[in-house]
Each structure stands twice: as structure tokens, then as C-alpha cells.
């Protein structure tokens, strides 16, 4: 730090309210697993177990979709849409009264900051159920296709780097198009799936709808794999989604997979530089960096390129690490041990191979997970850290000379999901952008995000989209092809 500190400011550990243990949520109740096995959420920034949750196997997960079939054909497809609609109405309102108390949980679950957690996360999460409630009652008007039906019963599995707002994205769309859901949280972050449990009964939300198990890959797959399924929505790795891929290729169920990410952050020496470099800290270091579409590889143009490395590191020798709980903090904590170990191996190939690692002066806590902002600079494309997803808070740095040398670097890559330019010029925008093969553009912006905008990617990135029009169309059958 350069001389100039904070004064702490904490938010209350006091406004959240979590239970010593939970059990699954199933037909608007809560009940013990059939075996009775459980286990333990930790707070990743100290390592203290905050709560004991119910191991959901192959027999919850057939009461749960069981529930969701019945509550799909007696209630929920029978209920008039706009009744439909108000029940996601009254969910929003509710996140939106709740909001501390879920951004509370989520910073502790996580380990994000909490001032991510409640500027981002749950504003986006509640704004989610708003824009989907507005749907309800005029998908005959959406341009897919004439009484378009719902698919049914779904299957959503989501990840630990965005836990409530990856549940938004996923059952806002669902309910509001008809459908009902059996959703399984990440084995890391299952508190404010939990949570939300409470606000489905608080809006007085038909039994069964919503099913909340928790379990970890296990819990899973016997989810992808139960017969009265009628559609898996996935977000995760790009592992675990070519699994459940293979899981689904002999069945009618249809998947959405939102799947990883190696995005290209590109700088044009036409660029305002000073934009350039906060914009490049948010794309790689917002949420530690555990971010699908996150700005992983910087593509510097070459005349600019001192000039951009030099500001970014001392904008670099700013970022606040440490207690996510504490308002001024801009890195929190990495979400688990597994996670800080992929990022340690996948980081040291980067100095094997030759590459240039830097990091700020900067003190880790001594209990829980950390990992500092870090750069690595003599990058080649060839190298493991310019090609794998590190899910971390760490930047690999490449340059180019001409702008279709920065276009092909920037689409040297497996996935597909996201990419940023930085140009003055409106002409270069919209040429990079027509070259660019990622589902999602920003330009002079990263990491922005709204319910309205498709989100979802090329090649190994994933198969369909989330969000606006695009992404109610997954849920949906006897749709009119889109045309490119
Ligand atoms: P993961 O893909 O194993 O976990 C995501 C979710 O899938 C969790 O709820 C997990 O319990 C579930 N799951 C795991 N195995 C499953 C199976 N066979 N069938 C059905 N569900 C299963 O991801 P993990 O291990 O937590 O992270 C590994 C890497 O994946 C990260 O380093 C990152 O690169 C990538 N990842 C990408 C995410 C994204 O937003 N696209 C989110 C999380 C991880
Ligand atoms: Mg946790």
C-alpha cells in the first residue's frame, strides 16, 4: 500500500440469519435426505463451518422430480400466465427486501466481496425474476413460434462463483415460461439456494414448483440422469458438461450448457488508456477471477503496450485483498481449496514454461484460501496459462502488432464465450467485433451484465443461451427457428 489507509468498515455478520443445519427442499417443504447424510459449508475466507446441509442421492433426487412433475401437470401449466407472472413478481420484491441479508450470506459462503455481492450479485439476481415475470403472460408475442409450451420438468445445476444469481439466470426463465424445477446448488455455496427456499414459501409459491437438493457431483448427475426429466440446464466446466452431454445423447432431453471461458481483452493503441486498464482490472479481477466470461488474456498493442503494463501495475498495487466483509475490499477470498490448488497448478506452468509472473506487495490472511492479483507478461500463445481456464484472479499478457494479428490471437482458443476491445474508433469496434467469434462483445466496458442481453458461447463454451428473448426460447417447445 502506498501510505494512504482505510479505516475498517465491516458489515454485520449478525444481519444473516443461517440455520446450524438444512434440510432439502422438497414440495414447499423442508425434509431430511432418506439416508440422513449431510455436510458442511465453510466460509472459505477463514475456514469456519457456518452450516451443516442435507446429501441429496438417487432417492431424493426421484422425490424431488417426482414433486416437480406433479406440481408441473396439476398446477403450474394449468395456472393462467399472468397469475404465473405474479408469483415471480412477489419473488423479486422479496430479494429486494431481503437484499442485505442474501448478500451477507453470499459474501460468506463465497468469499466475494461483500460490496460485490450487494451492488452485483443480488441487484442482478432480483432483476432477473423482474424481467422474467414480465414475460409470463406474452410469450405468445415473442416471435417463437404460436402457444409456445412449456418443456416441462428441468433439471439445473449451477456452480459456486455466482451462487444466487446463476440460480436467478436459471429458474426466473423456467417458472415464467411454465415449466417447474429440481435445482442442485454447488456442494460450496448451497446457503443462499437455501435462502431462497424460504422466499419461494414467503411468496407463497405452489408446493413443488421449486425443489432445491443439495449434493455435489454425485447429487448431479443422478439428476441428469433421472428418466422424468425433460431438460438439464447446466453451468459449470467444460468437463462436466461434455459428461453430461454424453449422459443426455441417447434420451429426448434437451440441455442448455453454459459452459468456460479463455476471453481476449483487446487494447488498440487508439485506445483511452487510463479506461483500458480499469477495464481490464474489472475483467479479470471482479470475483477473484472465478468468472466464465472473465478477461483472462490481455492483448496489448505493441506500441502501447509499456505504457498500458506500467499503469496496470500501479493500479494493480491498489486492489484491496482480504476480508471479504469488509466494504473497502476489492479481492476476496478463493471459493475452496480445490480451487486454490487448480490455480496454483495451472499458474506455476506459467513460470515452467518461461513466462514473467508479478504480483503487488500485498499481505494474505493467514486462515483460509488467498491468492494475490497477479500478471504474467512474456506470454506465447502456446503456453498453458494462455490457453486453460485458470479461474483466478490471474492475467496472462500478450501483444500483437497489427489489428488482424490481435484478431487471430484473440480467436486462437477452444471457447468462445466473451471478449472486450478497446478502441476510440467506432468503425474498429464494429470490424473487431464482426471477427470476433464470442457470444458476447463489450466494448470500452467488461463485465456487463443484464437480464434483457442473450449470454452464452461458441465452440467449447457451451451450447444455447441465457437471458432475454434468446434464452426463454430454451425453455420452451414449438419454436420458430431463429435465423442468423
Ligand atoms: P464443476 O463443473 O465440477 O461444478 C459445477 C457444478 O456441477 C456443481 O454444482 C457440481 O456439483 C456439479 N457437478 C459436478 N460433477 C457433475 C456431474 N458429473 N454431473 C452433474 N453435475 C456435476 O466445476 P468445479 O469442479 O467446481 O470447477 C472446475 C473448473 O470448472 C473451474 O476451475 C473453472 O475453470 C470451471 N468452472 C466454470 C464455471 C462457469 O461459470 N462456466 C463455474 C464453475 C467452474
Ligand atoms: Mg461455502
Not at 143 to 148: A, I, R, T
Not at 246 to 251: D, E, G, L, V, Y
Not at 302 to 327: C, F, H, Y
Request: glycine fraction near 10%; include cysteine; hydrophobic fraction near 40%.
Amino acid at each position: 500500500m502506498s501510505g494512504f489507509e482505510y479505516a475498517n468498515a465491516p458489515e454485520s455478520k449478525a444481519i444473516a440469519d443461517i440455520a446450524t443445519s438444512y434440510g432439502l427442499f422438497i414440495g414447499g417443504k423442508f425434509v431430511e435426505p432418506k439416508k440422513g447424510k449431510s455436510f458442511n459449508t465453510i466460509n472459505p475466507a477463514n475456514e469456519e463451518i457456518l452450516s451443516k446441509v442435507g446429501y441429496a442421492d438417487k432417492l431424493d433426487i426421484d422425490l424431488a422430480v417426482k414433486s416437480a412433475r406433479s406440481a408441473f401437470t396439476k398446477v403450474w401449466s394449468k395456472m393462467p400466465a399472468k397469475e404465473r407472472g405474479k408469483y415471480l413478481y412477489r419473488i423479486a420484491r422479496i430479494l429486494q427486501e431481503r437484499a442485505r441479508e442474501f448478500a451477507v450470506v453470499e459474501t460468506l459462503d463465497n468469499g466475494k466481496p461483500i460490496r460485490e455481492s450487494r451492488d452485483t450479485d443480488i441487484p442482478l439476481a432480483a432483476a432477473h425474476f423482474f424481467y422474467h415475470a414480465g414475460w409470463a403472460d406474452k410469450l405468445d408475442y415473442a416471435g417463437l413460434g404460436s402457444k409456445p409450451k412449456p418443456v416441462g420438468v428441468v433439471g439445473q445445476i449451477i456452480p459456486w462463483n455466482f451462487p444466487l444469481l446463476m440460480l436467478a439466470w436459471k429458474i426466473a426463465p423456467a417458472l415464467a415460461a411454465g415449466n417447474t424445477v429440481v435445482l442442485k446448488p454447488a456442494e460450496t455455496t448451497p446457503l443462499t439456494a437455501l435462502l431462497f427456499a424460504q422466499v419461494c414459501q414467503q411468496a407463497g409459491l405452489p408446493d413443488g414448483v421449486v425443489n432445491i437438493v443439495t449434493g455435489d457431483g454425485i447429487t448431479g448427475a443422478a439428476l441428469v440422469n433421472h428418466s422424468d426429466i425433460n431438460k438439464i440446464a447446466f453451468t459449470g466446466s467444460t468437463e462436466v458438461g461434455k459428461a453430461i452431454a454424453r449422459s443426455i445423447s441417447n434420451t429426448k432431453k434437451s440441455a442448455t450448457l453454459e459452459l468456460g471461458g479463455k476471453a481476449a481483452n483487446l487494447v488498440f493503441d487508439d485506445a483511452a488508456i487510463d479506461e483500458a486498464v480499469e477495464g481490464i482490472v474489472n475483467g479479470i479481477f471482479f470475483n477473484q477471477g472465478h468468472v466464465c466470461c472473465a478477461g483472462s488474456r490481455l492483448l496489448v498493442q505493441e506500441n502501447v503496450a509499456d505504457e498500458v503494463l506500467e499503469k496496470l501495475q500501479k493500479r494493480m498495487s491498489l486492489i484491496r485483498v482480504g476480508d471479504p466483509m469488509d466494504k473497502n475490499t476489492d479481492l476476496g477470498a478463493i471459493n475452496s481449496a480445490e480451487q486454490l490448488k487448480r490455480i496454483h497448478e495451472i499458474s506455476n506452468t506459467g513460470d515452467a514454461e518461461g513466462a514473467n509472473r508479478w504480483s503487488p506487495d500485498c499481505k494474505l490472511p493467514s486462515k483460509g484460501f488467498w491468492y494475490p492479483p497477479t500478471i504474467f507478461t512474456g506470454v506465447s500463445q502456446s503456453h498453458r496459462i494462455a490457453r486453460d481456464e485458470i479461474f483466478g484472479p490471474v492475467l496472462s499478457v500478450l501483444s500483437f502488432r497489427t489489428p488482424a494479428e490481435g484478431i487471430e490471437k484473440a480467436n486462437n482458443t477452444m471457447y468462445g464465450l466473451s471478449a472486450g476491445v478497446w478502441s476510440d474508433k467506432g468503425s474498429k469496434i464494429l470490424w473487431a467485433a464482426k471477427q470476433l467469434k464470442a457470444g458476447v462483445i463489450w466494448s470500452n466496458t467488461f463485465n456487463k451484465f443484464d437480464p434483457a442481453s442473450p449470454f452464452g458461447g461458441y465452440k467449447e463454451s457451451g451450447w444455447g443461451r441465457e437471458g432475454g428473448r434468446h434464452g426463454l426460447a430454451g425453455y420452451l417447445t414449438s419454436q420458430v427457428k431463429e435465423s442468423k
